[in-house]
């Protein structure tokens, strides 16, 4: 009679997770060189980074300000951690725990094995060398040292355990379209960032106080878990011990409610129905018959409203149209006014929301790709090609022209430089006027591919000398058409014939719509002749 061995026992589910974490990573750089070199590339820069900031940390201990600064990093190192799933869900294959439902793991067990996995990468050691630096640079005397000796880890596993259960909670979201176009909003949130940085930069060098004056924000963020926890290295190295527990405790309590947030999101996830789509069948109906009458009411009939809607809807669906319409949108608003608002800025500074809504002109069937074998099947003649540029162009123009409006009141409001307003608004004009045009014969003579396989590239492969071509020669082009509104600004400022100046106004507007006009007609032959290496073109990627 044979008898049974034992059966092996099972190896952890935690060292299963990291063992899988670190296979994932293999084999993803193994995929592509590409990808293995922006993997060592972003190795050796958080490398060097992590070197700055440790010496930068160590240069600062003893310094009065040190609690201010790295109370602050500490919290800025949380909120990254914290929006980054938002912005960039598809950044780590991990982040989808819906891909385990179908696994018979029970919820304590694999939180615990899902955060230990998180700990190995490249942002985890990076915030591991910010979190000890921030403890050398505060840790004094025993209690200090015993302080930071909590502080570490409860600073590094709360940011990765902060940023897993915001994923978790948002994971159907992320994985949605809709979700996906949050990443859109990364770009806005980086410009917007970096002139909310110079500009508060700029505003503490000029008051004089230096970094003290960063000290009640540094108070309130001390008491935000988990930035508490660095906070609790200076309180403990003061000698206010029970300051530094009770901080010590309040991360620590916020650890555990993360942890079972996070928990209770992948039972959640498990155990219930995905109700994002339920009666989706019945409601696009009506949502789209309703959002097509309201562009119905709108639009003009026949095919310029039929193809100045669509234009509208790619803006509003098409993932890489509306990033690149929502940073045009943004920087053209930022340049202008955050230069006036620091004081050094110029009434026609507003001409930069022209220029940047006026590159949505360039390559305009390339944004089509493969469909534009449908437009392509609508334009025969010239008269044809004409009403399609004319109605695509319209439709950019009902956005713009508002727009740059809006941006030159805010700057003028701003500024206080009303005087200004009417010569400005016409140069703006005829600027955007001029980028319409050469945009239109661009898109003719040089339309390129806009692969959609991959959220970082805009341009096909072997097509980089037409994109360039395209943007930057059509944009020298576009600066020489506006010399003659420019040449007449200058003459009329340098003659003191500033009575005159609101002309421009009226004139640039003329000279804008010629322009457009002059610029069609110019693209329209071309399109109609060159169509089939059009649709080639774009059809590439």
Known sequence: MTTLSPAAEAPSLTSVFVRLKLSLLKNGLKQSGGRTAAYVASIVVALFFAAGMMLAFLLLRGHTDAATVTVLIAGVLALAWTVMPLFVPSGDETLDPSRLTMLPLAPQPLVRALLVASLVGVGPVLTLCLATGSALALAHGAAGVGAAVLAVPLLVVGCVALSRAVAAANVRLLTSRKGRDLAVLSGLVIAVGVQVVNFGAQRLSQSGGGLSTLEPAAEVVGWLPPASAVSAIDAASTGDYAVAA??????????????????????????????????????????????????????????????????????????????????????????????????????????????????????????????????AQTISTTADAYAELRARALALLLITVPYTLLVLVATASVLGEWGSFPEALGTALALLGAMMATGAFASANFPYSIPQDSAYKNVAPGQAGLAWISIFGGMLSAAVLCAPVLVANLVLHLTDQESALWLLLPGGALYAALMVWGGLKLAAPRVAKRLPEILAAVSKG
């Open 246 to 375: 009770a901080k010590l405790l309040l991360t620590a309590a916020a650890l555990a409610g993360l942890l079972r947030w996070w928990q209770r999101s992948l039972v959640r996830l498990m155990v219930e129905p995905d109700g994002s789509t339920i009666g989706a069948a019945s409601d696009a109906g009506a949502k789209d018959k309703s959002s097509s009458g309201l562009l119905g009411r709108i639009l003009p009939g026949g095919r310029t409203g039929t193809v100045m809607e669509r234009s509208l809807r790619y803006i509003w669906r098409d993932p890489k149209t509306k990033g690149a319409w929502v940073t045009s949108l943004a920087i053209g608003a930022i340049v202008p006014l955050f230069n006036a608002i620091q004081g050094t800025g110029s009434l026609y500074f507003a001409c930069f929301a022209s220029g940047m809504l006026g590159v949505q002109m360039y390559n305009q069937f390339g944004q089509d790709t493969s469909a534009f074998w449908m437009v």
